[in-house]
């Protein structure tokens, strides 16, 4: 993510507030990705797309497309960009970490709403996505919901913690980064959809990367 940087006046009243006029309601939340797709590409300016345009796109209160966000830009060829994903694993480890601790609402810090991309590094990786985002929104259901639910969902958000504070170790490692964060994306995905069996795959996929980035630093 390049550090452009939006003028304060276009933020709400609070420091990293989002602009309740823009940000959509629970019901209107992204049910899939292809839904969370569409809202990133119609955030932000013609130039640029911040994490402020996408996250009032997705909704304050909607902590698995939150977290999907960054998740899946880190999973495309964005993550390839140097600091993109210690600024990813950041915010990721900001939203898990106040699901984990039951604030009813995200909340990230200017300096990161006003973190930036080019619409055209956005549009490439929502290319990039779109074929697989097809395929996984026909396997997704709501099913084992209770998997995403309660204690369990506080579980998931601890997961996608630690595996946000490992993405900055592995920066010199894409793939693996890519894996780490396939997993957190699988785990918001089981939000969003509240399905439990993908909760179920995620911690599968979740214990590959982490096993082989063990491996890898052996």
């Known amino acids: 993510m390049t550090p452009t940087k939006r003028s304060p006046e276009v933020h709400g009243s609070g420091a990293g507030c989002f602009r309740r006029d823009t940000a ?3 019901d209107e939340t992204p049910r899939n990705l292809k839904q969370l797709l569409e809202r990133m590409t119609s955030a932000g300016t013609p130039e640029t797309i911040c994490v402020e345009d996408i996250l009032n796109a997705v909704g304050a209160r909607a902590f698995g497309a939150c977290l999907l966000v960054p998740s899946l830009i880190l999973v495309s060829p ?4 140097p600091g993109a994903p210690t600024v990813g694993a950041i915010i990721i480890a900001l939203i898990a970490g106040q699901m984990l601790f ?3 609402t995200v909340w990230l810090p200017q300096y990161l709403m006003r973190r930036c991309l080019q619409r055209g590094q956005v549009e490439k990786s929502v290319a990039f996505l779109g074929p697989g985002a097809r395929l996984v929104d026909k ?3 709501p099913r084992l919901d209770v998997l995403t639910r309660g204690i369990f969902r506080r579980l998931i ?3 996608c913690v630690l595996l946000a504070l490992c993405m900055p170790l ?3 490692l894409p793939f693996l980064n ?6 957190v994306a699988a785990f918001a995905l089981s939000l969003v959809a509240h399905d439990g069996l993908l909760a179920i795959a995620a911690l599968g996929l979740m214990a590959l990367g982490l096993g082989l980035a063990i491996t890898g630093f052996l």
Not at 178 to 183: G, I, N
């Open 157 to 159: 958000a601890a997961a």
């Open 78 to 81: 964005v993550s390839g960009i």
């Open 178 to 183: 890519s894996l780490t964060a396939a997993s």
């Open 102 to 104: 039951g604030r009813r």
């Open 139 to 141: 396997a997704i259901n």
């Open 24 to 26: 959509h309601d629970d």
């Open 170 to 172: 592995l920066e010199p």
